[in-house]
């Protein structure tokens, strides 16, 4: 069994920062991938950002050049950082892994408010 908890988001200005973090622990499991989408009310869950376990990276467009993921392998963990906070990155954010053998795991949110 492999549980993901997310933390790290909150209520911030239009403007402002937020790092969220994401721990996966467990037994038996290797991580491939790793990333974060985010799911604004009434919309789809969407990419935000993933990173492959060489460390490619990739964004999608809205928050290209203001979020930054990377992870830290002998933490399990995965990070997002979110500068130039808008009030539409107003959303939950779920993190999601890929382990090696085709298993996905996801976690149960953490809600990021962007007042204007």
């Known amino acids: 069994q492999v549980q993901l908890v997310e933390s790290g988001g909150g209520l911030v200005q239009a403007g402002g920062s937020l790092r969220l973090s994401c721990a996966a622990s467990g037994s038996r499991f290797s991580i491939s991938g790793m990333g974060w989408y985010r799911q604004a009310p009434g919309n789809q869950r969407e990419l935000v950002a993933v990173?492959?376990?060489?460390?490619?990276?990739n964004y999608a467009d809205s928050v290209k050049g203001r979020f930054t993921i990377s992870r830290d392998n002998a933490k399990n963990t995965v990070y997002l950082q979110m500068n130039s906070l808008k009030p539409e990155d107003t959303a939950v954010y779920y993190c999601?892994?890929?382990?090696?053998?085709?298993?996905?795991?996801w976690g149960k949110g953490t809600l990021v408010t962007v007042s204007s």
């Open positions: 990173i492959t376990s060489g460390g490619s990276t």
């Open positions: 999601k892994i890929w382990a090696f053998g085709g298993m996905v795991y």
